[in-house]
């Protein structure tokens, strides 16, 4: 055995080294199952499924994430093409309008104008009818006053 | 002779006295296994508690022990690498969980209360026939993975990356055990030899520093044994390219 005489120990010293170690080995060796049946293997499994569940939903989450991000691009384009739509629409009951406007206002002025030239031309009718009458009379008259001049001679 | 008398009685230490119980022809150092049931026994027990109603949602003695376990997975998985060290991790954890549990029992408990017929209860660590015996486990291991993984290939690493190595890596298959058991043994024994001389000395206040500096070595020097072990083991399962 080795056996050092160490700081004066009548027997056995720092390096007395006996069969403490093979069984000590021996019980490390035992402890190394003990705790991988009692510690790691439960542990582990515990801490293995959480990390898988964790990772599984941390994988779903993102999937989900890019999904609402097409949704919303999908959106996004829709609502372009509806806008786009409704300042087509609007654009074109503008000029619908705006035309049938400019036809209302034409048809009016042209019907304005027309009835104005009527009403001139009956006014120029009366004014000559009412001029040829005055001649006339006129003509009555001043043949009237040649009638009685000549008679009163 | 005067030194060592002026020694063992000046520090009132109970320096390499051991309780011998005899079996048969055998001879034991009683003390050891003693304090290593006391504190495997405790160890055990916590383990158990912590882990009799596992949830998924940890709450107290279980969340400590995931740290752990995640702890001990960290260092084995940087150590020996993706590939193996599911293999090797209750190995890794049982020694780092063994030298922590010995050296921090040791420091923390007033073993000295306790008084044996002969030789004193301490550290299971500061008796040279565990960390041998820890020691040599891990060159065994590191063998087995070796020769497990790759076969008679694992031989390569003796010659890698030139055969200059050879003398030096057989060297080193004595080194290995060698400086991780001394390391481990020295490093305890002298801390629980400074705390004695000591509280010795002056029983107030001045010892308790040195104190919490053991604490501090007994946590390195687990995570240091238990590292160099993984790394060993590590280094005997790496594939050369």
Partial sequence: MLAFNFFGATEGGLFDINAT????????????????????KPVGNVVEKREKFVSNNIIEAKNKLSEVKKLEADLLTQLQ?????????VSEAENESDKLYKEALELANNEANASKEKARLEIEN???????????????????????????? | MFLNSLLTNFAALEV?????????????HGQVFLTSWILLGALLVFISLGTKKMENDPKGLQNLLEFLWDYIRDLARTQIGEKVYRDWMPFIGTLFLFVFVSNWGGALIPWRLIKLPSGELGAPTADINTTIALALLVSLSYFYAGLSNKGWRYFEYYVHPTPIMLPFKILEDFTKPLSLSFRLFGNILADELVVGVLVFLVPLILPIPVMFLGLFTSAIQALIFATLAAYYIGEAVEEHH
């Fill in chain 1, 21 to 40: 170690l093979p069984l000590m080995a021996i019980q490390v060796v035992a402890l190394t199952y003990i705790l991988n049946s009692l510690f790691f």
């Fill in chain 1, 81 to 89: 093409s509806a806008r786009t739509e409704a300042q087509r629409i």
């Fill in chain 1, 126 to 153: 009366q004014t000559s009818a009412a001029r040829d009458q005055l001649s006339k009379q006129a003509d009555d008259l001043s043949e009237l006053i040649v009638n009685r001049l000549i008679l009163e001679k």
């Fill in chain 2, 16 to 28: 390499g006295q051991h309780l011998y119980w005899q079996i048969g022809n055998i001879r034991l």
